[in-house]
């Protein structure tokens, strides 16, 4: 069966760099969620997209962006990076307006040096 | 303010023999609940779910209680196999039933040995 598919999967950036994830969601998912996920912590949510809207926000810093296309594909934008934001970024995606289990990404992992 | 909890770090365990591990909530109004398996390098894996109608939900090896009273739940694996070594998270969804951002807990490092 089709999975969450993101890219990359490895970046290294430098600090004051931008930075930018894609997800693709599972085949007829219409909701996708960005988690990040730092050293030995849990996965914090970061902003979620339903039918190419926002739905809700976490934790997200202002350097950060990301919007959900017609394809509903989404990207996650990262400006102004900094070391802090070295961590491995999931994506996840369900269906019905998020109503139904989210499925993850194998993630990417962002190193900023 | 870490609103599940899984208090064990880490867990070992040998083949064939049960793994439970365990997670604390605090919000009584928290009325559906799922468990996350992470192997390294890879995204967090759906294992089972349930709702604060059933005590319980089984699936396969895989089992999860639900003590409404007490506020815990557990993960029940039996038989437990080496390829069952992995993180484990329990979350719930901010929908409060099914949907919505999930809120992990810290994770319980299983490893099972041959």
């Known amino acids: 069966a089709a999975g969450v598919i993101q890219s990359p999967r490895h970046l290294i950036k430098e600090k004051r760099e931008t930075a930018t994830l894609k997800c693709y969601p599972i085949?007829?998912?219409?909701?996708v969620y960005w988690y990040q996920q730092g050293p030995g912590q849990d996965p914090q949510f970061l902003i979620s997209f339903y039918e190419k809207m926002q739905s809700d926000k976490g934790s997200i810093p202002d350097r950060f962006s990301a919007q959900q296309f017609s394809d509903y594909h989404s990207e996650l934008n990262m400006s102004s990076l900094e070391l802090g934001d070295s961590a491995l970024y999931f994506c996840?995606?369900?269906?019905?307006?998020?109503?139904?289990?989210?499925?993850f990404g194998p993630g990417t992992r962002l190193t900023v040096l | 303010d870490q609103q599940v909890k899984q208090n064990s770090p880490s867990l070992s365990v040998q083949e064939g023999r049960i793994s439970i591990l365990n997670c604390d909530y605090t919000?009584?109004?928290?009325?559906?609940f799922l468990w996350y398996k992470k192997y390294p390098a890879e995204g967090p894996t759906f294992l089972i779910s349930?709702?604060?109608?059933?005590d319980k939900n089984e699936d396969g090896r895989f089992t999860v209680f639900l003590n409404k009273s007490a506020k815990h739940l557990s993960l029940h694996i039996v038989p437990s196999q080496p390829g069952d070594s992995a993180v484990y998270f329990c979350a719930y969804p901010a929908g409060g039933t099914s949907y919505g951002k999930l809120t992990f807990g810290q994770g319980t490092i299983l490893t099972v040995h041959p």
């Open positions: 085949p007829r998912h219409d909701t």
């Open positions: 919000n009584s109004m928290f009325d559906y």
């Open positions: 349930i709702s604060s109608i059933k």
């Open positions: 996840a995606s369900s269906t019905t307006g998020g109503l139904d289990t989210q499925y």
